[in-house]
Structure formats: structure tokens, C-alpha cells
């Protein structure tokens, strides 16, 4: 790669001696921004499917009650999400098995990569666990509902009447369970690794901001983690209860939140004295990846209204007929936009990113 | 720990002529198309008859505190306690790249086979030719001297213990280094200012680079 080299002598030389190139294509491969999102949004589906399994033992609720549906598919596509980002990860090295041979080779713990290798991978274990309890057994044998739909999978192969019997007998008694979700949602949290993967570059000033970053990509991805989890209980179980209405709201807060440090950032960026920030925000405020900075706003100012509005209504019971008519849509096609507004905040800031150029100091 | 091999540069004493960079692949046995582990910027200003051109050559700094280290997943790359030099185990190198992200000049380059590699002063040859070498012996102990120290027209770059480099180098230089200038990672000689000094070095360079290309 042919490093830029700019000459200080004077400040007015800056501009004559920078010559700004966007990186190559193999350093900022597709499969990064889509590995450093999905390891987040399965840590949001995981947190989703956790505290429902919470909320429903506090209510004490009963068989096919929409937490049971929330924590089946939180887990579900907690599971599904880790091994999209581990297979997208995959794709992008050069030597698969090394990396498969993980304990061996990844002894560097001091490199978040290795960190976060070693979190994604404990958390999709406990993602497993967790939906395999939920999925089978007496009580997912009482039950109704889409996301039971694995069972007719495993019945057609004519071991569901053994699993379930398997999964009763290893079932651990609840003060366990309850410690499994806890180390769960921890690893869930520590999905924040992959902000800081990128926030430790200390050459490219758009990624190396040590709290805003990572705060950041776990916020705006546990969001994401939620509203997919709940767009797609909505799909199929139509009712906007209470219960919901909490999830929305919690969205449409991390939505909010998502957006305020996405403007700070910015206002951040465009008063930066770094030349490499600056080229960062002209890449960022032209062309292409002006679209997707835009869709990055909508995608996250879209939930923060949807989700407060509706979600503040289902909470009071506060829904007029209307509201209850639209806002499963209404819903729906904002998480739909929240989920790509999160990749396309990834994609833009590995797009637009800089590297310092060093300084031939005159 | 042994002392720290560094390099120096003069941009003063630069031609622009490529031979470090050329060598660089010789000594390597690099294809023509690989990235370069040694690579000469023209960097200009102004326009004519106000035209400047000031070329610098650049490779792995072989840094004191090696960022590319710190990241590198499987411990592939190693910050030699003998002699300070960065080299890469391309039998743990997983291809990740992340190396490539935290270098500050830019020098890990990959290969179709996706592993990294980079300059390793000379210490083997290949990619991955540092790993697992002795200590660097300088040249009149028997050691390699660096193929682009050693084809540099101009002597515009140098390498050696950091002792050593620091008493070749200019007071002002000497003391740009002390001051952490490029974070102590390599020892650069202040760009002169007296173009008709910097022009009659050059002038020399060319004229030696002209008889060498017969």
C-alpha cells in the first residue's frame, strides 16, 4: 500500500502535499462491517430473549404468552446472528483453520480480536443452550406459536419425543438458569468489543475515539438486536400488549440515544483539525456514502418515534383504534429500517475512514 | 534486550531513483506486481518554474513499541528482544489484516495468499525470512546490510543499532529524535531549505544514477 506522506514546514503547504486515497478494497472488505454488526445484534437478541424469560417468571405467566414467543426468537436469532458474524469473519481471513483452531492460535490477549473471537464464541454456546430449553421439553410441548416451528423439523426426523425428554432431565433448576442468563447478557454486553476493534486504530481519527465508538456500536446494534427480535414477533403474533409496548420503548430510547452520539460524532468530526478527519467528513457529506449517512439518521429517527409513540401508548394502555391498527406496520418497517440503519453506520465509517498521513517534519 | 536496529533517512540526499525499493524485490525474489515492502513518494508543490519535488522512501520502521504487534491475534508478529527488528511467523499469520489497520506507515502487505508480509532488514530473505533468524550482525561483522542501504545511491538511507545511527545523523536530527519526533520510531533528517543545496545533492545522485543504469 502507498503510504501518503505530507511535509509541515508550513501550514499553508498542508493541502499541496495531502493527497488523500481511499484505502484498499481488501483492508475494508464487505464482510467486516457485517462481522462487527451481527456480533452486536445477537448480543441484542440474546438480551431480548433473557429478560423475557425474566419478565414471564415474574408474571408468573403461563403457557403461550408472548414472552415465551419474544425469548424463542431472541435466542433464535441471537443464534442465527453469531454465526452470521462468525462466518463472515471467516471469509475475510486468509487461514480458515487457524482461526477455527482458535484456543491454539489466538494467544494474543492483549488484541481484541482475540477478546472478542473468544466472546462471540461463549455467547453463541449460551445462545444455543438457551434455545434449546426454550425450544424443547414438557412445557415447549404445552405451548403455541411461529417460533416453535424448529420442533416440526426435529419431529419429521422423529426424535422430538426424545429430545424433549433429554432437555427435561438436563433442565437446571431456576436459581442456575437465572445465572446462565446473567453470564449471558454479560457476554451479550461485551459484544462492545467490536467498537473497540475498531476505536484502538489510533492512524484513522474517524474510528479512534476510545468511548464514543464503542458505546456506539453496542447501543446502536443491542437496539438493532431488539427491534429485529421484535419485528419479527410481530410478523406473527399481532397483538401490541404491554409486555411489547416495554420492548418498543426500549428501542425507541437506544434509537434515540444511538442518534444523539452519532451527532456528537459528527459535530465532532467536522470541527477536527486532523487532515484525515476532515478528508473523513468530505467522503462522508458527498457522493455515495452521503446516502448512507443519511440512512443512518432516518434509520434510527424512524424507531425513536415509532417506538416511543407506540411503545409509550401500548405501556399506559393508551392506544386509540387507529394506532392499534397501523402501528404493527408502523412497527415492523421501522425496525426493518433500524436493523439497516445499523449496518450502514458500519459500512460508512469503515468506508470513510482516513489514515493519518505521516508528517515529514521540514 | 540488545540495542534497537533502526533505520535513518535523508530526504535531502534522496534522488527518487526506486533503487532501494528495486532492490528491495531482488533481494526478496518479490514479483514485479507485489506491493513494494519499500516504497519512494514524490511528494509536489507549486508549479513551474515554482516546482518542488521531495521524494521519500519508506518501509516498516521496525518501531519501538510496534503497534502491529500489540493487535496481531496469534502472536505472529515478535518484537525481537536481540535486536528490536519486527519480523512476522507466517505459519501463525491468520490473515486478518488487523496489522495492516494499526500500522502507522503502511507496511504490511499481503499477498495472494493472504498472509503478511514485510520488510525484515534484511535479516532473511523472503517473506517471512526474519522469523526465527539470529541477532543482526552489522556488515562488518558478517551480517547482511540491508539491501536498500546497501543500493542506495545517495546513502540517503541507513541502518544500523540506534547508537550507532545517532552518531552518523546531523545534530538537528539527533536531537528531532530525542524529542520523539515520529513517536522515536525513526531517525529523519530536517528537510533543508536551501534548495541549491538540496539540488547539487541531487544533481550528484543523478549523475551516479545515470552512469550505474550505464
Redesign the interface.
Known amino acids: 500500500?502507498?503510504?501518503?506522506?505530507?511535509?509541515m514546514?508550513e501550514l499553508s503547504?498542508f493541502a499541496?502535499?495531502t493527497e488523500f486515497h481511499w484505502l484498499p478494497a481488501?483492508?475494508w472488505d464487505l464482510s467486516i462491517p457485517v462481522y462487527l454488526y451481527l456480533a452486536v445484534v445477537a448480543g441484542g437478541a440474546y438480551l431480548t430473549g433473557a429478560s423475557a424469560c425474566y419478565i414471564r417468571a415474574r408474571r408468573e405467566a403461563g403457557p403461550c404468552c408472548l414472552e415465551n414467543e419474544i425469548a424463542r426468537w431472541g435466542f433464535m436469532l441471537s443464534v442465527a446472528a453469531a454465526a452470521g458474524a462468525g462466518l463472515a469473519v471467516l471469509s475475510?481471513?486468509?487461514?480458515i483453520y487457524?482461526?477455527i483452531l482458535f484456543p491454539i492460535?489466538?494467544?494474543?490477549f492483549?488484541?481484541?480480536?482475540?477478546i472478542g473471537?473468544w466472546i462471540l464464541v461463549g455467547l453463541s454456546v449460551f445462545a444455543v443452550v438457551c434455545l434449546v430449553l426454550q425450544l424443547f421439553g414438557e412445557n415447549a410441548a404445552a405451548d403455541d406459536g411461529a417460533s416453535l416451528f424448529p420442533r416440526a423439523i426435529v419431529a419429521r426426523l422423529g426424535v422430538l419425543d426424545t429430545l424433549d425428554e433429554l432437555v427435561d432431565r438436563v433442565r437446571p433448576p431456576m436459581n442456575v438458569f437465572a445465572g446462565l442468563h446473567v453470564v449471558g447478557s454479560l457476554l451479550a454486553l461485551a459484544t462492545i468489543y467490536t467498537g473497540f476493534?475498531l476505536a484502538?486504530?489510533?492512524?484513522?481519527p474517524l474510528w479512534n475515539e476510545p468511548v464514543l465508538v464503542p458505546a456506539l456500536f453496542l447501543i446502536s446494534g443491542v437496539a438493532a438486536g431488539i427491534g429485529l427480535t421484535l419485528g419479527v414477533t410481530l410478523l406473527f403474533e399481532r397483538e401490541i400488549g404491554p409486555v411489547y409496548g416495554g420492548y418498543a420503548t426500549v428501542v425507541g430510547v437506544l434509537s434515540g440515544i444511538s442518534l444523539v452520539l452519532v451527532g456528537y460524532g459528527w459535530q465532532a468530526l467536522a470541527t477536527s483539525n486532523s487532515p484525515a478527519a476532515a478528508a473523513s467528513y468530505v467522503h462522508l457529506t458527498t457522493g455515495s456514502l452521503y446516502l448512507g449517512s443519511l440512512l443512518v439518521v432516518v434509520g434510527f429517527l424512524l424507531p425513536l418515534v415509532a417506538g416511543l409513540a407506540i411503545g409509550i401508548g401500548a405501556l399506559t394502555g393508551r392506544v386509540s383504534g387507529t394506532v392499534e391498527r397501523v402501528g404493527g406496520p408502523v412497527l415492523i418497517g421501522s425496525f426493518g429500517l433500524l436493523v439497516i440503519g445499523g449496518l450502514a453506520l458500519r459500512i460508512v465509517l469503515l468506508l470513510a475512514a482516513e489514515?493519518?498521513p505521516?508528517?515529514?517534519?521540514? | 534486550m540488545g540495542e534497537q536496529w533502526m533505520f535513518y533517512f535523508d530526504?535531502n540526499r534522496c534522488i527518487g531513483c526506486h533503487a532501494c525499493s528495486i532492490s528491495c524485490k531482488q533481494r526478496h525474489d518479490r514479483d514485479a506486481e507485489a506491493?513494494d515492502w519499500r516504497?519512494v513518494?514524490h511528494?509536489?508543490?507549486?508549479e513551474y518554474p515554482d516546482f518542488q519535488e521531495?521524494p521519500?522512501s519508506?518501509s516498516c520502521m521496525h518501531c519501538h513499541d510496534a503497534?502491529c504487534e500489540?493487535?496481531?491475534?496469534?502472536?505472529a508478529i515478535e518484537k525481537r528482544e536481540e535486536d528490536g527488528i519486527v519480523t512476522v511467523d507466517r505459519d501463525?499469520?491468520?490473515?486478518?489484516?488487523?496489522c495492516?489497520?494499526?500500522?502507522?506507515?503502511?507496511a504490511p502487505?499481503?499477498g495472494d495468499?493472504?498472509?503478511m508480509s514485510k520488510c525484515n532488514m534484511c535479516l532473511g530473505e523472503g517473506p517471512g525470512g526474519g522469523h526465527g533468524q539470529p541477532e543482526k550482525q552489522k556488515a562488518e561483522d558478517g551480517g547482511a546490510k540491508p539491501s536498500c542501504v546497501d543500493n542506495c545511491v545517495g546513502e540517503a538511507i541507513k541502518a544500523g543499532p540506534q547508537s550507532e545511527v545517532m552518531a552518523e545523523a546531523s545534530q538537528a536530527a539527533a536531537k528531532?529524535f530525542e524529542n520523539e519526533?515520529?513517536n522515536a520510531r525513526v531517525i529523519?533528517e530536517?528537510?533543508d531549505?536551501n534548495a541549491e543545496a538540496a539540488a547539487e545533492i541531487r544533481e550528484e545522485g543523478e549523475e551516479a544514477a545515470d552512469w550505474l543504469n550505464g
Not at chain 1, 358 to 362: A, L, N
Not at chain 2, 43 to 46: E, I, P, Q, R, V
Not at chain 2, 92 to 98: A, K
Request: charged share 15%; net charge neutral.
Open positions: 500500500m502507498a503510504q501518503r506522506v505530507i511535509r514546514s503547504l499541496l502535499f481488501d483492508y475475510h481471513l486468509a487461514v487457524r482461526a492460535y489466538l494467544t494474543n492483549g488484541s481484541w480480536i482475540t473471537t476493534e484502538i486504530v489510533e492512524t484513522v489514515q493519518a505521516v508528517v515529514v517534519v521540514g | 530526504p506491493d516504497t513518494t511528494l509536489s508543490s507549486g521531495l521519500i519508506m503497534p500489540k493487535v496481531c491475534p496469534p502472536n501463525r499469520c491468520i490473515g486478518c489484516h488487523y495492516g489497520w494499526a500500522c502507522p506507515y503502511g502487505t499481503y495468499d493472504g498472509l528531532r519526533a515520529y529523519v530536517p528537510v531549505e
